[in-house]
């Protein structure tokens, strides 16, 4: 759940590192188990060290061609955490996975030079292979990666220039280079450059991106943040980027642009009103193409709207009123297809160790590929973001309840009502009727 591109157009560019920190990581496989220690060598120089051994769900395949590379490999790694059937079942722990690397960094007396050289290696367990598409052409394959790279950032004055520039076994190389600059007392401005190798191959690399991993993009980030008057505050980014090699459903190399604009407003303390707007330009082959030897790949220009007010009339009680809504269309020739959803939120302190909140939202949107996505609070150490698409309401209820410093309960109920639809889901998912619901239950007792 690292921040991406949003809201927050200038400080989330630069992720600074914390050094060795404990698991909290919110998806069942995405973290290490193993130890790791920090080493004062100098005055100015530190090192550290990690190694990292458990095993991950994925999925395994046995070799039906007597030419192929594997006699056994994966062709993908399982983030769920589901166990329900017995494919799920099977794929539980079935790769291991070893991961070890070291750091070691330079900080100046002044503080404001920093430069460090990283390395990262991986070994699984079984082979891993992706299914042979053609975008898969050069995604990693094999059982053993190493990544190793250097980083620096020098502060002068009212300018903070940062980058990282590393390579993978594969040859491949992934660099980004960035300025933070505050051009005045309510003025700040950020410019970003990132280049990632199609064989460029990093397991846990997370840096800013418009793919999900860093991997076959180039882009040009900038971002702007101004606070014309008290209490006001107006950002915006525009990203330019391009995908030298293919993507999933999209069979030439492409481009595309991401800009956004926000304008917030905050009354008092406890009080904040904002308005935002974005558009996307990505590509997406058309459908009358994926016949063809190439497919042709258009664009696909999304807007969207986001309108959110917050409130706090007394000391236990919050309220929060949100508006999104989007419109897409296509280079395929069908018309504008738009989705919305308004949600009301309201939190109550009842007592020092009672709180409650709900939700009550209604959405309508015209396909899956207008669904609205909205954060919800669930349990402790949760995270739900369901997609909200068709037509129907969304509500939830959850309470918090301490029923001493040591023991606390957390309940929830939360329930999806559909209109027109008398089936929810399908294959193993599927429901009879029109409503899904979901109840949770968490008991933490501290010693």
């Known amino acids: 759940m690292a921040a991406g591109k949003g809201a927050e157009t200038i400080t989330h560019l630069r992720r600074a590192s914390l050094g060795v920190r404990p698991y909290a990581a919110l998806l069942e496989n995405t973290f290490f188990r193993g130890a790791a220690a920090t080493y004062?060598?100098?005055p100015r120089w530190e090192a550290t060290a990690f190694a990292s051994r458990k095993n991950i769900d994925a999925n395994a395949q046995q070799r039906t061609d007597s030419l192929a590379q594997y006699d056994e490999f994966s062709t993908s790694l399982l983030t769920t955490g589901f166990h329900r059937t017995s494919t799920e079942i099977a794929n539980r722990q079935r790769l291991a996975e070893t991961v070890g690397g070291g750091h070691l960094g330079y900080l100046s007396a002044d503080g404001d030079l920093a430069v460090g050289f990283t390395a990262v290696g991986t070994h699984y367990g079984m082979a891993y292979q992706k299914r042979p598409e053609p975008y898969n052409r050069y995604e990693f394959s094999g059982q053993n990666n190493l990544t190793a790279g250097v980083h620096y950032s020098y502060g002068w004055r009212n300018l903070l220039l940062f980058g990282e520039s590393g390579g993978s076994s594969g040859g491949g190389l992934g660099t980004l280079n960035g300025l933070l600059a505050s051009l005045?007392?309510?003025v700040d401005a950020a410019v970003l450059v990132r280049h990632y190798d199609v064989d460029f191959h990093t397991t846990y690399g997370n840096a800013l991106s418009e793919n999900t991993r860093d991997i076959n993009e180039s882009g040009l980030y900038v971002?702007?943040?101004?606070?014309p008057l008290a209490r006001w505050e107006v950002s915006a980014y525009f990203d330019q980027f391009r995908f030298p090699w293919l993507r999933y459903r999209v069979g030439a190399p492409s481009q595309g642009q991401d800009a956004l604009l926000r304008l917030a407003?905050?009354?008092?303390?406890?009080?904040?009103?904002?308005?935002?707007?974005?558009?996307?330009?990505?590509?997406?082959?058309?459908?009358a193409s994926l016949g063809r030897p190439v497919p042709l790949p258009g664009q696909q220009l999304r807007h969207s709207l986001l309108v959110?007010?917050?409130?706090?009339?007394?000391?236990?009680?919050?309220?929060?009123?949100?508006?999104?809504?989007?419109?897409?269309?296509?280079d395929d020739g069908l018309p504008w297809r738009r989705g919305y959803v308004l949600?009301?939120?309201?939190?109550?302190?009842?007592?020092?160790?009672?709180?409650?909140?709900?939700?009550?939202?209604?959405?309508?949107?015209?396909d899956y590929d207008t669904r609205q996505y909205m954060f919800e609070q669930d349990v402790l150490y949760a995270i739900s973001?369901?997609?909200?698409y068709g037509q129907g309401t969304r509500a939830y209820f959850i309470a918090q309840l301490g029923f001493s410093k040591h023991f606390t309960m957390w309940l929830r109920y939360a329930e999806t009502r559909y209109r027109h639809q008398t089936t929810i889901g399908s294959g193993l998912e599927e429901i009879q009727g029109s409503v899904r619901s979901e109840v949770t239950a968490q008991v933490r007792y501290r010693l």
Do not use: I, M, N, W
């Open 40 to 42: 004062q060598l100098a």
């Open 184 to 186: 005045g007392p309510t």
């Open 223 to 227: 971002g702007l943040k101004v606070r």
């Open 265 to 287: 407003f905050t009354p008092t303390k406890t009080s904040l009103l904002y308005a935002q707007y974005r558009a996307r330009l990505k590509p997406l082959d058309l459908p």
């Open 308 to 330: 959110y007010c917050e409130a706090q009339p007394t000391a236990q009680l919050g309220l929060r009123t949100r508006l999104q809504a989007s419109y897409l269309r296509a």
């Open 343 to 366: 949600s009301q939120d309201a939190s109550v302190q009842l007592a020092r160790r009672v709180q409650l909140a709900a939700r009550y939202a209604v959405f309508d949107t015209d």
């Open 385 to 388: 973001v369901p997609a909200l």
